[in-house]
Each structure stands twice: as C-alpha cells, then as structure tokens.
C-alpha cells in the first residue's frame, strides 16, 4: 500500500517561519500570550498556503490610469468550519487574511477513553456548498474527530473541502485518507506517532488547554 503521508492530497507545509513558529510552539515553557500569538501568525500562513488554488476569474475595472481585465476570484470568499474548542485557535490569523470568510463551528471532543468523536453543536454557513470549506483544527491524531467532521459536512452539502491542521500523527493521515481520499490536507508538520493515551508524539500537548489555559 502507498505510504499515506506521502500522498500527493498531503501537503507538509515546509516555509521556514512556519517551521520556526511551530517549534517555538511545541516548547513546553512557551507561556499562554505567546503562545496565542505564534498560533495567529502561523494561521495566516496555513490560510495563505491552502487558499493556493483558488479559481479566479477577469473582471473589467477602471484603474485612475486605465481599463484593464484583471483577476478576482471566481467564487464567494472561502468559509472555515471551526473544530470546536482548539479549531478556534487558528480562526483570528485565517480571518486576518479573509475577512469576508463566513465561520462554521462543528463542536466535536473526543471521549479520553474510547479516543471517539463525540458531537455536541453544528452551525454552518447555508452555502457552504458553493464555497471552498476549510476545516480547522490544530491536531490530526487518531483522525476520528477529522473523519466525523467530513462525513457530517459532505452529508450537509459542502463540496469543495480541504483540511488544515498543525501537526498531524501518521495514523490520522491515514484514518483521513483512507475515509476521505479526496479531501486536501495541509499540516505543518507530520510527527513521529501516538502515545497509548492518543496524544501525538513529540506533538504540542494538548491544543485546546493551551489555547484556552484550561489545564
Ligand atoms: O484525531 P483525534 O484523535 O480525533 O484527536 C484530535 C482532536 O483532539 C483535540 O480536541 P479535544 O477532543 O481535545 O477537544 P478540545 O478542542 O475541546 O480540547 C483536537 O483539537 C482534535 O479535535
Ligand atoms: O496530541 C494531541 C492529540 C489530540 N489532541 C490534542 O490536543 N493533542
Ligand atoms: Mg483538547
């Protein structure tokens, strides 16, 4: 079988400030405030990379100098479907850079023990269907949280999706792939593996209590 990490729907998102910010990120003595912020910025990056492909189209428009075709995109603004809690994490720098992005939340936590995703809120955008869904959520693990947001938005009509995240672990690449072989993945960075609680290794620790503080 074809390594999945190795697919060409994976892309490893190899800028050397997303690399930077990353590692600053994963250190266990980065405190709440900077850690918010790297987390911002590296969004922006994500956003800026998985926004890459969109269609655009030509529009007339009279500059002060001239009229000239030139390019617009061809579809409304992206919308991002947030994972609930720690998707929210990477939401303030994506915005930055779309602020006409409409926001889905999908309030999913996976139950410690089983390591399943559990579903407990669901808003979208009604028309999600005609725009780019970018998923987010800052952790890939066992991939059950990814496969039970997908299977729901696909369900619900959106088309076009594509999954961001921060790091990934081998095994969520793979669940994802092997669910949802047409959906794009972006990551920053692809880890080593799980540990026996599900947490990825070497990883951040837990997204959402170091976005929120909550630990
Ligand atoms: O790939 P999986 O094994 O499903 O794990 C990944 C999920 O775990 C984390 O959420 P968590 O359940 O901790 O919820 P939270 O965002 O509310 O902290 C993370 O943000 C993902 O949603
Ligand atoms: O390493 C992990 C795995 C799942 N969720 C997290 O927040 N971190
Ligand atoms: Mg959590």
Same mark, same amino acid.
């Given at each position: 079988?074809? @390594?999945?990490?190795? +697919?060409?729907?994976?892309?490893?998102?190899?800028?050397?400030?997303?690399?930077? %910010?990353?590692?600053?990120?994963?250190?266990?003595?980065?405190?709440? #405030?900077?850690?918010?912020?790297?987390?911002?910025?590296? +969004?922006?990056?994500?956003?800026?990379?998985?926004?890459?492909?969109?269609?655009?189209?030509?529009? +007339?428009?009279?500059?002060?100098?001239?009229?000239?075709?030139?390019?617009?995109?061809?579809?409304?603004?992206?919308?991002?479907?947030?994972?609930?809690?720690?998707?929210?994490?990477?939401?303030?720098?994506?915005?930055?850079?779309? #602020?006409?992005?409409?926001?889905? &939340?999908?309030?999913?936590?996976?139950?410690?023990?089983?390591?399943?995703?559990?579903?407990?809120?669901? %808003? /979208? #955008?009604? *028309?999600?269907?005609?725009?780019?869904?970018?998923?987010?959520? #800052?952790?890939?693990?066992?991939? &059950?949280?990814? /496969?039970?947001?997908?299977?729901?938005?696909? %369900? *619900?009509?959106?088309? @076009?999706? +594509?999954?961001?995240?921060?790091?990934?672990?081998?095994?969520?690449?793979?669940?994802?792939?092997?669910?949802?072989? *047409?959906?794009?993945?972006?990551?920053?960075?692809?880890?080593?593996?799980?540990?026996?609680?599900?947490?990825?290794?070497?990883?951040?620790?837990?997204?959402?209590?170091?976005?929120?503080?909550?630990?």
């Amino acid at each position: 079988m074809q @390594d999945p990490v190795a +697919s060409p729907k994976v892309t490893t998102v190899d800028h050397p400030l997303v690399q930077h %910010k990353l590692t600053l990120m994963r250190d266990r003595d980065t405190a709440l #405030p900077e850690f918010r912020r790297l987390l911002r910025e590296i +969004s922006l990056l994500l956003a800026y990379e998985v926004t890459r492909h969109l269609e655009l189209k030509t529009v +007339s428009v009279e500059t002060p100098v001239a009229r000239a075709d030139l390019p617009l995109l061809a579809r409304p603004e992206p919308c991002f479907i947030t994972i609930l809690r720690a998707g929210n994490g990477l939401l303030d720098g994506m915005l930055d850079l779309i #602020p006409a992005a409409s926001v889905g &939340h999908l309030g999913l936590y996976r139950d410690p023990a089983t390591l399943e995703a559990v579903e407990y809120y669901y %808003k /979208v #955008p009604g *028309d999600m269907g005609e725009r780019l869904a970018i998923v987010v959520d #800052p952790m890939l693990a066992t991939g &059950h949280t990814a /496969v039970a947001a997908l299977d729901r938005l696909k %369900k *619900d009509g959106a088309k @076009d999706i +594509s999954f961001v995240c921060l790091v990934a672990a081998p095994e969520g690449i793979e669940a994802l792939t092997e669910a949802h072989p *047409d959906i794009p993945i972006y990551t920053a960075a692809v880890d080593e593996r799980l540990n026996e609680k599900g947490y990825i290794v070497p990883g951040l620790g837990d997204a959402g209590d170091r976005i929120f503080g909550t630990k």
